[in-house]
T-cell receptor, first 114, second 114 residues
Framework: DAGVIQSPRHEVTEMGQEVTLRCKPI?????LFWYRQTMMRGLELLIY????????DSGMPEDRFSAKMPNASFSTLKIQPSEPRDSAVYFC????????????FGPGTRLLVL | AQKVTQAQTEISVVEKEDVTLDCVYE???????LFWYKQPPSGELVFLIR??????QNEISGRYSWNFQKSTSSFNFTITASQVVDSAVYFC???????????FGAGTRLTVKP
């Protein structure tokens, strides 16, 4: 299996621009998670989906952030408009079932907002 | 509330030394899972081990070993005869019944010097 795939791996953009991060989970996994990692706050869960349905988005920092999962093999995390404080590494992870299952992480997208 | 505590922010050892990374967790559930992940300098998050709350048997995998003690709510990770390639940030995580997500500790940065 190819593992979780994320694109782009690196993104540099200017403040105010729209940013779209993409994720392809491992085939057959029912759960998809979006995390953000910063030095100050560590790993934060932003949102997760079960069978393409958003279950908990309480970690999304504000309305500028949105996430979708139109089908079982694709998800996007969008930031519009982006701000310098959004600079972080964004990880996508997937797992086959609920409790106790291992989450497998993608390589991450390193975002820099100037 | 902090669910997973990794009190050691940074550890530095010389190659071939043994090193133990501490993890203390907090939960009221009787069913839960504990995990360790490794984040090398390249940035990806690599799954190392999963342990369920009913299995207190220690685990050994090559130079890695894990000590799970429910009495002290700890799940410590020991690297024997450390190598430079072990240099990374190590995260401990907890998955509880009733929650779909994992709670990560703040991580311990391990530096192994030649």
């Amino acid at each position: 299996d190819a593992g979780v795939i994320q694109s782009p791996r690196h993104e540099v953009t200017e403040m105010g621009q729209e940013v779209t991060l993409r994720c392809k989970p491992i085939s057959g996994h029912d759960y998809l998670f979006w995390y953000r990692q910063t030095m100050m706050r560590g790993l934060e869960l932003l949102i997760y989906f079960n069978n393409n349905v958003p279950i908990d988005d309480s970690g999304m920092p504000e309305d500028r952030f949105s996430a979708k999962m139109p089908n079982a093999s694709f998800s996007t995390l969008k930031i519009q408009p982006s701000e310098p404080r959004d600079s972080a590494v964004y990880f996508c992870a997937s797992s086959p079932r609920r409790l106790g299952e291992t989450q497998y992480f993608g390589p991450g997208t390193r975002l820099l907002v100037l | 509330a902090q669910k997973v505590t990794q009190a050691q922010t940074e550890i530095s050892v010389v190659e071939k030394e043994d090193v133990t990374l501490d993890c203390v967790y907090e939960t009221r559930d009787t069913t839960y899972y504990l995990f360790w992940y490794k984040q090398p300098p390249s940035g990806e998050l690599v799954f190392l081990i999963r342990r369920n709350s009913f299995d207190e048997q220690n685990e050994i995998s090559g130079r890695y070993s894990w000590n799970f003690q429910k009495s002290t709510s700890s799940f410590n990770f020991t690297i024997t005869a450390s190598q430079v390639v072990d240099s990374a940030v190590y995260f401990c995580a907890l998955s509880e019944a009733g929650y779909d997500d994992m709670r990560f500790g703040a991580g311990t940065r391990l530096t192994v010097k030649p």
